[in-house]
């Protein structure tokens, strides 16, 4: 059974900063792009960034406060938020888009993220 597990969240203040990791079990000749994704009460799970073998992308609210990075080896990525807002308040989950699919089809378990004072 493949398994993608995340840890990282918590309660900050705003203004602080917070590291999220997912680590998949897939192998990794199968995956094509990792992301995180994140859902606040009331609304859709929207992307917060992706990454594939070349590149980078992020949502224009979270550009140049949060970075994604991926650790191959490791089969696992990373999100780096600072300067985090309330707004930022949400489950953050790790998505997975396989070589053969044409959207994101394997999720984590989420772990909740927290901004306030």
């Known amino acids: 059974q493949v398994q993608r597990v995340e840890s990282g969240g918590g309660l900050v203040q705003p203004g602080g900063s917070l590291r999220l990791s997912c680590a998949a079990s897939?192998?990794?000749?199968?995956?094509?792009?990792m992301g995180w994704f994140r859902q606040a009460p009331g609304k859709q799970r929207e992307l917060v960034a992706d990454?594939?073998?070349?590149?980078?992308n992020y949502a224009d609210s979270v550009k140049g406060r949060f970075t994604i990075s991926r650790d191959n080896a490791k089969n696992t990525i990373y999100l780096q938020m600072s300067s985090l807002k309330p707004e930022d308040t949400a489950v953050y989950y790790c998505?997975?888009?396989?070589?053969?699919?044409?959207?994101?089809?394997?999720w984590g378990q989420g772990t909740q993220v927290t901004v306030s004072s």
């Open positions: 897939e192998n990794i000749l199968n995956i094509y792009a």
């Open positions: 990454i594939t073998t070349g590149s980078t």
């Open positions: 998505g997975i888009r396989r070589i053969w699919s044409s959207e994101y089809d394997l």
